[in-house]
Nanobody
Framework: QMQLVESGGGLVQAGGSLRLSCSTP????????VGWFRQAPGKEREFVGA???????SYADSVKGRFAISRDNAKRTAYLQMNRVSPEETAVYFC???????????????WGQGTQVTVSS
């Protein structure tokens, strides 16, 4: 398993932006798919988006056009840029790593501890 650490969470106003980071000390980072998930209070954890080894990305419909995932393999870090956020997106955001697949939580074997994002109205 790969150790993953999220950072960048915090309080942001509705309509604002925030960038989350997901870092690892593992030198095999570039060979993994990185996914972002979120879990709001009282709700199940849901897929936000993912980035594959070749840099291709996929997003949940709810964030498409507003969120962007990128990766810097040299820094062993992936990013989730969140724009035009809404209070309903208050949640703990997790990053995870997978060897195959990438669309489902069951694909991911390594998870970060999560970072809290709170969107104020």
């Amino acid at each position: 398993q790969m150790q993953l650490v999220e950072s960048g969470g915090g309080l942001v106003q509705a309509g604002g932006s925030l960038r989350l980071s997901c870092s690892t000390p593992s030198y095999t980072f570039s060979s993994y798919i990185v996914g972002w998930f979120r879990q709001a209070p009282g709700k199940e954890r849901e897929f936000v988006g993912a980035i594959w080894r070749d840099g291709s990305t996929s997003y949940a419909d709810s964030v498409k056009g507003r969120f962007a995932i990128s990766r810097d393999n040299a820094k062993r870090t992936a990013y989730l840029q969140m724009n035009r956020v809404s209070p309903e997106e208050t949640a703990v955001y997790f990053c995870a790593a997978a060897s195959t697949g990438g669309f489902f939580q069951r694909d991911y074997s390594s998870w970060g501890q999560g970072t809290q994002v709170t969107v104020s109205s």
